[in-house]
């Protein structure tokens, strides 16, 4: 190659696989720092559904991603990371894919040029926020991008060439993008509009017979769920329809530069043409122009194909929202690749170092700064408060309303020991109403030990428990923006008759629990006087050669001291012994679970002994 190519064409595959690793990058890092939020957890409860097709066809959305996922799923497994990663894919290729967009708009403007702007789409994509925040959600967003990018350069080409292998591809890049997503009709009405305003004679008449096409490929589809899926489109997270609104979202998708990409993004629709003030010279067998550059108007059809790209799906979902929730910024994410290509066109009429300068400024501050984070509430969290201590035969339940609590299930299904059942009481209400009543007494009737995730209005789920005898135990607290996102734990307890021991501290043993396999012993206590002490427990285990295992704590891991129970409360008690030094793991054979009682007091320790005056009291075996 010439020593006289500038410089991003003689490096141009080294800039391109340089630009690919920043985006991987990007959409990788801290991929699975936050928890599921709820639309990631329908994506996990459609996959797992017996029925995924009844389930999407009472979505709001096509089955193309949900089949994807579920696909990826089974090679995969379902962490975050598995999850995610089907998003971070596309995400990856519609980067490169924008390079040849870009290529097909410059041939638009100028066919004998060719100039950095493709490669500066594809860093502006990679650096944008909004892509890499879809980029790390289990949803279909990014694969709508990509559809999207792939239609809109099958698309161009098609119009260049005429070729019919093309056309194809832009037929089935448009049906795959409306399959995905129903809002990437926005971008096929931009390609129609430019077709009828553009296109002339033949080709006009094929290219909307192509997109009339695509609409009856999905007409099947829209005439199964029409009845279903029309009546539920609209969701919580919506933002009015104001112009306020859509000036907040600037920062989305132009960053906290925003006034430097937007004037570059308008500068975009413009073009710099060479206008030579002098005949060209010959220096050094090249002919060379002398002058200056004149800023005019671009070509009508490529600028109006980017600003429709833009323009069209806000508008739409402006008008849209006025009568059903749809105005939400991940609902606009087909807009971002149409923001890099005009912000890339405005920074290809910039040369020299004013240009490398602003690369720089722009590439450093996408890199360093999210102006988008999106924190979740910590479901993760709170679905780790139940699972650290549940057993095999215990029940777990969700209940969140409005929303929905799918993602809670999806971290009990992670973390759940096997054998626990798993309820959302949410679905059960909505798809089989007509047996929830009588349903969930007769599941909590079979189940004494009971984990409760509940955040609703709707207190059906702490009715049924009470009418079937349990009792609250335990509560674990997770804090999302003052709210708290509680963990219940219910038991049936024996009637206080029935309690197998009473210490002089007031407290008394009501039950226990020995789960062998993970040296786990659960207590439940009752008090019959308030104290101001903090009694510690100590759960031993005894061998023929002494204590092999213990765990002194003060009831509930600390976080219930015996000076703030009442004598309404029955206490919950996890206890997971530790093995004594020495010991990797604890040999066959069986053993003793010892229960002592004692406080830190002024005069040191002082142990309460049983009120049969027991130092500690026997309340079990454990065999292995």
Known sequence: ??????????????????????????????????????????????????????????????????????????????????????????????????????????????????????LLAMLLLALADMENYVAQETRMYTWHVLWLTL??????????????????????????????????????????????????????????????????????????????????????????????????????????????LIGLALFGLFTLDPTPKSPPRQQGGDLKATGGEVLKFAPLAPSFLMLGWLIVPVIGAYILNLRTPILIDYRLTQITPAVALLIAFGLGNIRGTT????????????????????????????????????????????????????????????????????????????????????????????????WFMHWSQDMSGFDALQSTGHTQTAVMTEDWLGNDLNVYRFDVIPPEDEAIVTF???????????????????????????TQTDFTVSVILLGQGGVVAQLDVQPFINQRPTSTWTTDDIIYDPHILNLIDGLDELPAGEYSVGVKIYAFEDSGLVVYPTTDGEEFTIVGTLTR
Not at 49 to 69: A, E, G, S
Request: hydrophobic share 45%.
């Open 1 to 118: 190659m010439s020593e006289n190519h500038p410089f991003h064409i003689r490096y141009k595959y080294l800039i391109i696989v340089c630009i690919l690793m920043l985006t991987f990058a990007g959409r990788l890092i801290n991929i699975d720092q936050e928890s599921l939020w709820v639309d990631e957890g329908f994506s996990y409860w459609a996959i797992q559904h017996d029925d995924m097709f009844n389930v999407i066809v009472r979505d709001v959305h096509p089955p193309f991603y949900f089949y994807m996922l579920r696909g990826w799923s089974e090679l995969t497994g379902i962490t975050e990371l598995a999850l995610r990663y089907l998003s971070v894919i596309p995400s990856l290729l519609s980067v490169a894919v924008i390079y040849h967009v870009a290529r097909e708009l410059e041939r638009l403007r100028n066919p004998k040029r060719e100039t950095v702007i493709p």
């Open 355 to 450: 240009l490398g300068f602003l690369v720089a400024v722009i590439l450093v501050y996408g890199a360093a700064i999210d102006d988008t984070p999106v924190p979740r509430p910590p479901w993760r969290e709170v679905g780790m408060n139940a699972t650290q201590f549940a057993q095999a035969d215990d029940l777990a339940l969700a209940h969140i309303t409005p929303s929905g609590d799918w993602q809670v299930i999806y971290y009990y299904d992670r973390f759940m020991p096997d054998g626990v059942e798993r309820r959302s009481l949410r679905q059960w209400q909505l798809e089989d109403g007509e047996t929830y009543a009588t349903g969930l007494p007769a599941l909590l009737e079979a189940n004494p030990h009971v």
């Open 504 to 530: 002089e501290s007031g407290m008394t043993l009501r039950d226990v629990a020995i789960h062998a396999d993970d040296l786990q012993i659960d207590l439940w206590w009752s008090i019959d006087v308030p």
């Open 151 to 260: 239609s809109m350069w099958a698309f161009l080409r098609w119009i260049r060439t005429n070729d019919r292998r093309t056309q194809v591809g832009w037929f089935g890049f448009t049906l795959a993008l409306l399959y995905t997503q129903y809002i990437g009709l926005a971008g096929i009405a931009v390609q129609g509009i430019y077709s009828v305003l553009f296109l002339r004679g033949r080709k006009r008449i094929n290219a909307i017979g192509t997109l009339f096409a695509v609409g009856l490929a999905l007409a099947p589809w829209l005439l199964i769920v029409v009845s279903e899926q029309t009546n539920n489109v609209g969701t919580g997270f919506n933002v009015p329809s104001t112009l306020a609104s859509l000036w907040d979202y600037r920062i989305n998708w132009f960053t906290g530069q925003w006034a430097l």
